[in-house]
Nanobody, 119 residues
Framework: QLQASGGGLVQPGGSLRLSCTAS????????ANWYRQAPGKEREWLTS???????TYADSVKGRFAISRDNSANTVYLQMNNLKPEDSAVYYC???????????????WGPGTLVTVSS
């Protein structure tokens, strides 16, 4: 089960940090991902981070957003800086969790948290 938090209303140029915490017993979070979906648009992939630390970003957020993980807390973060009105969307975390070592992982989606960038 995933819990997400950190969304809200922010002015253009502002910052927010989203968090996503996985509960329950499992072996590891293989991949941590963030997506967003704006009204009337398809869900957009934003960033992924593997357990080793390597991260990739969509061009739309590169240089402004940063994904990080606290493996001890089973929590993934999305730091969003220099936010723009077009960043307004519902943001979703998606964690690829391996419940048993050596077994395939399953994807779990967070509930979504609304981010509104407006003056």
């Amino acid at each position: 089960q995933l819990q997400a938090s950190g969304g809200g209303l922010v002015q253009p140029g502002g910052s927010l940090r989203l968090s996503c915490t996985a509960s329950g017993r499992f072996y590891n979070i293989a991949y941590a991902n963030w997506y967003r979906q704006a009204p009337g648009k398809e869900r957009e992939w934003l960033t992924s981070r593997v357990s080793s630390g390597a991260s990739t970003y969509a061009d739309s957020v590169k240089g402004r957003f940063a994904i990080s993980r606290d493996n001890s807390a089973n929590t993934v973060y999305l730091q969003m800086n220099n936010l723009k009105p077009e960043d307004s969307a519902v943001y979703y975390c998606a964690l690829d969790i391996r419940r048993v070592a050596g077994r395939p992982f399953d994807r779990y989606w967070g509930p979504g948290t609304l981010v509104t960038v407006s003056s």
